[in-house]
């Protein structure tokens, strides 16, 4: 039961994260579910940064997740995931 929470709190993360930063990203929703998946490692990840000062790989809250999945979202976003014209 463990891992489908988990699923659903990257999914939910994602969504977030895709709605705090409006675009055309073509991702459908499992695409959404893996972005707060591994948002919630690189936030879980900068928080131990933070706090600890050791970089330990971990998951986070919701939060933590959130603000992850925008940071990957802004990073996919700059190496050409999506092509932004003006």
Same mark, same amino acid.
């Given at each position: 039961?463990?891992?489908?929470?988990? $699923?659903?709190?990257?999914?939910?993360?994602?969504?977030?994260?895709?709605?705090?930063?409006?675009?055309?990203?073509?991702?459908?929703?499992?695409?959404?579910?893996? !972005?707060?998946?591994?948002?919630?490692?690189?936030?879980?990840?900068? !928080?131990?940064?933070?706090?600890?000062?050791?970089?330990?790989?971990?998951?986070?809250?919701? $939060?933590?997740?959130?603000?992850?999945?925008?940071?990957? $979202?802004?990073?996919?976003?700059?190496?050409?995931?999506?092509?932004?014209?003006?």
């Amino acid at each position: 039961m463990g891992l489908i929470a988990f $699923l659903v709190m990257g999914l939910i993360a994602g969504f977030i994260a895709r709605w705090l930063m409006p675009g055309a990203d073509p991702m459908g929703w499992v695409g959404t579910m893996v !972005l707060g998946v591994v948002g919630s490692f690189v936030g879980g990840t900068l !928080l131990a940064l933070l706090i600890t000062g050791n970089v330990d790989l971990s998951a986070t809250g919701l $939060l933590g997740s959130i603000l992850g999945a925008v940071i990957v $979202l802004w990073a996919w976003r700059q190496w050409g995931g999506r092509r932004v014209t003006v």
